[in-house]
């Protein structure tokens, strides 16, 4: 099966540093990669759409100079929270395909953020 | 709008007793349904999809476009069978979801 690795697992960092958070697909390519955020007990909030070599498509109320996403390979896509703060607190998800209408989305582990 | 509505959050259910976790979805044009679960530490898998009409660990879901539900089913639940599940619309020739609410799942022994 198609695994999606994200790397930290958990992170802690210190109120108005930067932290990034890489997305692999470890046995296919991904054409578009997702990212979400789940707050505690809550659903899945998709943040933005990545898609290999252009720039990520940010869904509505989501800040992109905040939440830095890039897509720079078909294997990698990372997350930069800049300048956190403790509101960015959060479980975030990353989920690849292999890009088509019928395509399976495949998740990471996650990621839990914990900004002091 | 697209919207999907799980209206459990917290379902307990008897092992060996029936299993239904509601969907009901409102959206522009023909959605394809998914439901995906989280077993305790574990990633987000998909479950299963409509357009495959399969039974997946004895699950089964059916589309009804009348009622824009897709509820999940299984008539003899197991203790395994305790998770999160989650709703997940998306539009034809759209890779984006949507996830429900989510329905806490818990099997009493």
């Known amino acids: 099966g198609a695994v999606v690795s994200q790397h930290p697992s958990r992170v802690i960092c210190k109120s108005g540093t930067s932290v990034k958070i890489e997305c692999r697909s470890l046995?296919?390519?991904?054409?578009?990669m997702f990212w979400y955020r789940q707050f505690p007990k809550q659903s899945l909030m998709l943040m933005a759409t990545s898609n290999e070599g252009s720039k990520a498509t940010y869904e509505q109320g989501v800040e992109k100079d905040k939440f830095l996403i890039n897509h720079a390979s078909l294997t990698l896509s990372t997350l930069t929270v800049t300048s956190a703060h403790p509101e960015d607190s959060s479980f975030y998800i990353c989920?690849?395909?292999?890009?088509?209408?019928?395509?399976?989305?495949?998740f990471g582990q996650g990621t839990r953020l914990t900004v002091v | 709008a697209q919207r999907v509505t799980q209206p459990e959050k917290l379902l307990s259910v008897f092992k060996g007793a029936p299993v239904e976790l509601k969907c009901n979805y409102s959206y522009s044009g023909s959605p394809e349904l998914f439901w995906y679960v989280q077993y305790s530490r574990q990633r987000l898998q998909l479950l299963l999809r409509h357009i495959s009409r399969e039974s997946i660990k004895g699950f089964t879901a059916d589309l009804n476009k009348g009622e824009t539900s897709f509820h999940l089913k299984k008539p003899f639940a197991q203790e395994e069978d305790s998770a999160m599940y989650y709703c997940?619309?998306?539009?034809?020739?759209?890779?984006?979801?949507?996830f429900g609410t989510g329905t806490r799942l818990t099997i009493i022994p």
């Open positions: 046995d296919f390519q991904a054409t578009t």
């Open positions: 997940a619309p998306r539009l034809f020739g759209n890779e984006k979801l949507t």
């Open positions: 989920s690849a395909s292999r890009g088509g209408w019928n395509t399976e989305a495949f």
